[in-house]
């Protein structure tokens, strides 16, 4: 299902904030834009805290809408 909604982003069909809550979506997005790191790398770096999907959805939403 998360691939699904991720493309969705990604396409601009779905909107992230109808997904996932603005504190996430700004805390992830922070962490991505400060680390650089991929989504593995942030997955095992931030202890399993954001799914995979999680940070593939801000990913796809950041490349849609750079902060």
Do not use: C, F
């Amino acid at each position: 299902i998360e691939g699904h909604v991720v493309r969705g982003i990604k396409d601009g069909a779905i909107d992230i904030t109808e997904v996932l809550p603005e504190e996430t979506i700004q805390e992830v997005a922070r962490i991505m834009q400060e680390t650089k790191e991929s989504i593995g790398e942030l997955h095992n770096s931030q202890n399993g805290k954001y799914s995979h999907g999680v940070l593939r959805m801000v990913y796809s939403h950041l490349e849609r809408k750079p902060l």
